[in-house]
């Protein structure tokens, strides 16, 4: 994807590869962990847990932010098949890395990173614009959306 | 980088066959993700290696559309498919889409079954155990203290690690294949010593003996610490491997605990000290007679109609002695007309229940004994449910979210007796 040159970001973090590539796009961000198999609906890339605050919401096309992966084994399984059905995230920024998330990251093959040297949930809300260049361990933040 | 032994190296590079090249690659990528240095060899793997409904093997059609091309995009993650050679290392296939002879009161139509059992097929022909049950150490597959595993299965891996003593990560469904293939997986998080550690302690003030207790403790204990590994000390009584399965399975649902300690109750707690490997440290959790009422609730909180039309029973697979105690529970009763009474367990257990009679019983008073699979993995309820009760808080965590249903949960007692009466009488006393 095409890097945009408009404007210098507000933030600038860096982290380390856990999918490499490049890619941009809109925040969704959650402060809390997100299930993947009983926590999302993979035909819609929607959260569906019971108390999750974000409950009804797509991650599809998105870059997803959140502390971590919780729940069933079958996080990787659930996050693949958004892969099969187009609904999945387009990148990912995590805090813990588990099993599940590094997994469900590499065969969802979404620039992923994580052990970032500023905490992602506090940096990024939900509408800002995020660059991810994993492969150069940097994620550039413009707030408020697309620059 | 993740450090390659020879004959890892040979494996990534075809030396062992183009499925053990693709496995390798993707457990190379994986450990990469994670951060690992290097692998630990595995003989015992459990997972659910090529298994999908149809439609999944349809978004593969153009690779043939059939176990093959599903094992190999899909499991593998490989851009082209190959073929799968008999597995050789331990392997089991853990639970599955629906029971190989109740499947129409399921719900599943011929289709979906023709499918499950040529995926069953499959896998029994690739050399995988056919355990189906989300309890493999119920049914054949018991591992060791220290031995290293590579299980998927939440509630599976809590058990393995706390209560055996086993060496597992949360694996998933593409790991455990490709470790099936390559005998490795990542050495990391479980497999260390170092992080077998414990983070934070509970100190429980009330008294936690009855597996019912123990769920709720285990529900409160993984809300309250999320996927870090608990210490819990205090009034803690009676256990059994029940009550560790169900604590377990809440633990891992309501965060994602895949370890705890419990001080001179698990192999690896012998005393705080060493539960910890040195101080306490991290945060301190009382559960007292309010946190037990809080997790209560939070557990009631999505019931609302107390008239229930479905009772399910065995999250996770429930062992032989449960389902003796159901048994008794049923015995002389009916379930009542306006309700369904399903129970879940393994294969395995079952044959056992038929040879001691428990299956008669169970049937006799209208209920359905059921296996391979349970309401939230195949999402199968009996038509028109609205209202569900059940005795795991797993399953509750789970089952309501899935299929927009409310839910109560309670006593295997309360249950049962929901499904007799149709009316969900169950109270915190």
Redesign the interface.
């Known amino acids: 994807m095409a890097t945009l040159a408009i404007k210098a970001p507000d933030v600038v973090i860096r982290g380390r590869k856990v999918v490499a590539g490049v890619v941009e796009g809109e925040a969704l961000v959650t402060h809390q962990t997100i299930s993947g198999w009983g926590g999302v609906n993979p035909m819609r890339g929607e959260i569906i847990e019971t108390h999750h605050e974000l409950r009804g919401q797509s991650f599809a096309g998105k870059i997803l932010v959140f502390p971590g992966a919780k729940g069933s084994s079958g996080w990787s399984a659930m996050f693949h098949t958004t892969r099969l059905t187009g609904m999945a995230p387009i990148g990912m920024l995590y805090n813990i890395t588990t099993t599940k998330a590094a997994l469900g990251a590499v065969v969802m093959r979404v620039p992923t990173m994580t052990d970032l040297d500023l905490d992602p949930l506090e940096q990024i809300s939900t509408g800002d614009w995020v660059r991810i260049d994993a492969d150069a361990g940097v994620v550039s933040i413009w707030k408020g959306g697309r620059p | 980088m993740v450090r390659l032994s020879d004959e890892e190296k040979a494996m990534r590079d075809g030396g062992h066959g183009p499925a053990v090249a693709k496995a390798m690659d993707?457990l190379i990528?994986?450990a990469e993700?994670?951060?690992a240095e290097d692998f630990v060899y595995t003989d015992n793997i459990a997972g659910?290696p090529g298994s999908s409904p149809q439609w999944?093997k349809d978004?593969f059609a153009a690779d043939g559309g059939d176990y093959r091309a599903v094992f190999s995009r899909?499991d593998l993650?490989s851009d082209e498919v190959v073929d799968v050679p008999r597995i050789t290392g331990f392997s089991c296939h853990l639970q599955g889409g629906m029971d190989p002879e109740l499947w129409r009161e399921q719900g599943m139509t011929e289709a979906a079954f023709e499918n499950f059992r040529a995926d069953e097929r499959e896998v029994a022909t690739h050399g995988i155990q056919v355990l189906k049950t989300c309890t493999p150490y119920l049914a054949g597959n018991v591992p060791v203290m220290g031995e290293h595993c590579a299980?998927?299965?939440?509630s599976a891996?809590v058990f393995c690690n706390s209560v055996i003593g086993g060496r597992t990560?949360?694996?998933?469904?593409?790991?455990t294949s490709a470790a099936m293939l390559a005998k490795r997986i990542?050495n990391?998080?479980f497999h260390k010593d170092e992080f077998r550690r414990g983070q934070h302690l509970i100190e429980v003030e009330v008294p936690v003996d009855t597996i019912f207790e123990w769920g709720m403790l285990g529900y409160f204990t993984g809300a309250a610490v999320?996927?870090a590994i608990p210490v819990l000390e205090g009034t803690i009584d009676a256990p059994a491997l029940i009550k560790h399965k169900h604590f377990g399975a809440a633990a891992?649902?309501s965060?994602?605990v895949e370890m705890y300690h419990m001080v001179g109750i698990t192999p690896e707690a012998p005393s705080q000290l060493a539960a910890f490997g040195g101080e306490a440290r991290g945060e301190r959790f009382r559960y007292g007679p309010q946190e037990r009422r809080a997790i209560y609730e939070r557990l009631n909180s999505?019931g609302d109609s107390r008239d229930v039309d479905y009772v399910m029973l065995g999250c996770p697979h429930y062992s032989i002695d449960q389902l003796a105690e159901v048994a008794s529970m049923l015995d002389g009763r009916v379930v009542h007309e306006n309700c369904n009474l399903w129970i879940f367990t393994s294969r395995a257990v079952k044959v056992t229940a038929e040879a001691s009679g428990y299956a008669d019983i169970i049937r006799r008073a209208g209920a359905h004994l059921m296996t391979d699979t349970c309401s939230?993995i195949s999402q199968a309820v009996p038509p028109g449910t609205k209202v569900a009760a059940f005795d795991s808080a797993k399953q509750t965590?789970?089952l309501?979210?899935?299929m927009g249903i409310e839910g109560w949960f309670g006593t295997t007692q309360d249950c049962v007796n929901a499904a007799c009466t149709g009316r969900w009488e169950g109270r915190l006393n």
């Open positions: 993707l990528r994986y993700a994670l951060g659910v999944v978004h899909f993650d299980w998927m299965e939440s891996v990560n949360c694996e998933g469904r593409e790991s990542p990391w998080g999320e996927d891992a649902s965060g994602g999505i939230a965590h789970y309501p979210a899935i």
